[in-house]
């Protein structure tokens, strides 16, 4: 069995040391589209300077206000509160320090990237956006992003994740002690972290600095549009021509399902009565004026509750001196062939082949609730349909061939909800982890702050 890690971020602004276990795999980050993002950098940039340095590497006031456009963006389209922009200014310059020095360390211990893993990331942004890669481009270009700076992006959240999952999976340890302790001290009063929301929501933007007479616009609009979704109107069909929330609208407003604790106290307060269906009143925000729909409510923890479990196998590759990670993905990519043409038999060349615990049993990996496996290969695992085999996909633990056999409705039992309070417990402690480890590589790195010129 493959243990849930922590996702690649974009939760950004978090903290400015603390890694988000929130996100849940790669993402773009603006959402594509974003209408109403304040947009830090408008107009030409001006006479580029340092404004720190790290072991050397320095860091430019362009890449700081690139940074912000990216974080105000999100802020915006999420509702959540707009810190002052010299408070953001600073945290991003020591988010950036943080980054470049576990970048520089990344490269220093010979963690690599290379493209095929990058094209994988690319067009997990593109199936979470509900785009093709063609599409994805198209409009991040239109949104004026360079897509090598993109493609760098991405390479550089998969080098940190590495680097992280390195580092930090041998720091947590999860006993069955742990455990009882955690259902103990929840009692009937359960854990927002346990609580898995499904929502979508449709965002009437209000411009930084409007007017009165703006605001009370924006807000009969969202009135109106509240009216026509209670009368039964179609809320996606309201949030893809109404809506301003960016990469959401575009999904009929839909968000996904998050653990409450991952979601803007905004959105969970709006929906905490609802009845799976309900649509909130309209609720105000720094980005505007939202009106939210409660989907599906779930307790994830908790024994007799429906999931819906996976039963797969996989082939699993591990690169090393003797296989690269290219050649990994090769060779699978020809055992997906030869399989599909009836050449070969999974769970054979499974046994023989596949590099972990499951290679005996030909590969399977039993039947598996949702975060049960990391982010990325559970992503693909969702998109599959019985039978079906995915292309070669990476992940921390090397390069997997996935087939999915069947899914199924099921109850949890106690067993399975001590899987999921393990995860939760792993991830939690994961969080802490990373900032105590973050704080290390920081004070080890040397930095310098300039000033602006003047």
């Known amino acids: 069995m493959i243990p849930r890690s922590l996702a690649l971020g974009c939760a950004l602004l978090a903290s400015a040391l603390a890694w988000p276990a929130a996100a849940q795999g790669l993402r773009a980050s603006p959402e594509l589209g974003a209408r109403t993002a304040p947009r830090a950098d408008a107009g030409p940039l001006p006479a580029d300077y340092i404004v720190a340095v790290v072991n050397s590497e320095p860091i430019t006031n362009n890449e700081v206000r690139r940074r912000m456009v990216r974080y105000e963006q999100q802020l915006a389209a999420q509702g959540s509160p707009m810190p002052p922009r010299s408070q953001l200014a600073r945290e991003v310059v020591e988010r950036l320090i943080t980054e470049k020095a576990q970048l520089q360390l990344a490269r220093d211990t010979g963690v690599r990237a290379d493209d095929a893993v990058v094209d994988q990331a690319e067009a997990s942004v593109a199936r979470q956006n509900g785009v093709s890669v063609q599409e994805l481009r198209r409009r991040l270009q239109a949104d004026g992003m360079v897509l090598s700076q993109f493609r760098e992006d991405l390479r550089n959240q998969i080098l940190l994740q590495r680097l992280r999952d390195r580092e930090l999976q041998a720091r947590v340890k999860i006993t069955e002690l742990d455990i009882d302790q955690y259902l103990r001290e929840q009692g009937p009063s359960g854990d927002p972290a346990l609580t898995e929301i499904n929502i979508a929501h449709i965002l009437v933007g209000v411009p930084e600095g409007a007017t009165e007479q703006q605001v009370a616009q924006a807000q009969a609009k969202a009135n109106q549009l509240l009216q026509r979704a209670r009368g039964g109107e179609d809320f996606g069909k309201l949030a893809r021509e109404n809506s301003d929330a960016g990469g959401a609208a575009q999904n009929a407003g839909v968000i996904g399902a998050r653990t409450a604790d991952r979601l803007p106290p905004l959105f969970v307060d709006a929906v905490r009565d609802l009845p799976e269906g309900g649509i909130s009143n309209v609720v105000r925000s720094a980005a505007g004026f939202h009106i939210v729909k409660l989907l599906e409510r779930r307790e994830m923890g908790k024994t007799g509750i429906a999931v819906t ?38 769970a054979a060349v499974a046994r023989e082949s596949s590099q972990d615990a499951s290679a005996r049993n030909g590969g399977d990996l039993g039947w598996a609730s949702p975060g049960m496996f990391v982010p990325e290969f559970e992503e693909v695992l969702d998109a599959l349909q019985p039978g079906q085999i995915a292309d070669p996909i990476t992940t921390r633990f090397g390069v997997h061939l996935i087939q999915l056999l069947e899914r199924r409705q099921s109850q949890l039992n106690p067993k399975e909800q001590r899987e999921v309070v393990r995860n939760l417990l792993r991830e939690k402690k994961m969080d802490e982890a990373y900032v105590r480890w973050a704080q290390e590589v920081r004070g080890r790195a040397y930095v310098e702050l300039r000033e602006p010129p003047q």
């Open 309 to 346: 479990q996976t039963h797969a196998r996989h082939i699993l590759l591990r690169p090393s001196a003797q296989m690269t990670e290219a050649q990994a993905r090769q060779r699978l990519a020809d055992i997906k062939r030869r399989v599909q043409a009836g050449q070969a038999d999974f």
